[in-house]
T-cell receptor, first 111, second 112 residues
Framework: AQTIHQWPVAEIKAVGSPLSLGCTIK??????LYWYWQATGGTLQQLFY??????VESVVQLNLSASRPKDDQFILSTEKLLLSHSGFYLC??????????FGHGTKLSVL | QQKVQQSPESLIVPEGGMASLNCTSS?????YFWWYRQHSGKSPKMLM?????GEKEEGRFTVHLNKASLHTSLHIRDSQPSDSALYLC????????????FGDGTVLTVKP
């Protein structure tokens, strides 16, 4: 069975500080991986997607970057957090490009 | 303009009642619709998907799709307080990338 693990579960960070969020997928080789962001009470917005190691496509510019250093790993990061980065970050993987499964998410509060 | 519109924004139904949620896409490239449920503070969980005209039933949940009007609806019968959540409709417009476009959701509250 496939499992998806996100870390950390929650973060409280200062404006201007760096951020790194991680996601690993087990039990599925070469998955399509995604980062989504959900502002409090807001809609889910796709940020990045990756169909293979080393390749990441940006969907929305939010002063964030993503990397896929390994087949089963997807990293979201920024060198300087903004207040507007607060929200719920979700990593997801897709099966056959038709179904999306989410991790448990990371709640980020930027103060 | 939002490509996936959901209505109503919020809905209150009594326990045991029927909840009906709607979703329409403005993009004719849509080929799949999904319904997700998200409890407060949790990640979305997929409920059902539909890609062909008609109806699909799984337990208390029924999904309808009219491809001509790009409209899908989710119906929950015998609603339970545990069904209270944000219901998200998503449309797939690019199966090469697996990108889904989500609507803003419907907040369902089931009153005991």
């Amino acid at each position: 069975a496939q499992t998806i693990h996100q870390w950390p579960v929650a973060e409280i960070k200062a404006v201007g500080s760096p951020l790194s969020l991680g996601c690993t997928i087990k039990g599925k080789s070469s998955p399509n991986l995604y980062w989504y962001w959900q502002a409090t009470g807001g809609t889910l917005q796709q940020l990045f997607y990756s169909i293979t190691v080393g390749q990441v496509e940006s969907v929305v510019q939010l002063n964030l970057s993503a990397s896929r250093p390994k087949d089963d790993q997807f990293i979201l990061s920024t060198e300087k957090l903004l207040l507007s980065h607060s929200g719920f970050y979700l990593c997801a993987w897709s099966l056959d490009n038709e179904r999306l499964f989410f991790g448990h998410g990371t709640k980020l509060s930027v103060l | 303009q939002q490509k996936v519109q959901q209505s109503p924004e919020s809905l209150i139904v009594p326990e045991g009642g029927m909840a009906s949620l709607n979703c329409t896409s403005s993009d004719r490239n849509v080929d799949y619709f999904w319904w997700y449920r998200q409890h407060s503070g949790k990640s979305p969980k997929m409920l059902m998907s539909i890609f062909s005209n008609g109806e699909k039933e799984e337990g208390r949940f029924t999904v309808h799709l009219n491809k001509a009007s790009l409209h899908t609806s989710l119906h929950i019968r015998d609603s339970q307080p545990s069904d209270s959540a944000l219901y998200l409709c998503a449309a797939s417009m690019d199966t090469n990338t697996g990108k889904l476009t989500f609507g803003d959701g419907t907040v369902l509250t089931v009153k005991p």
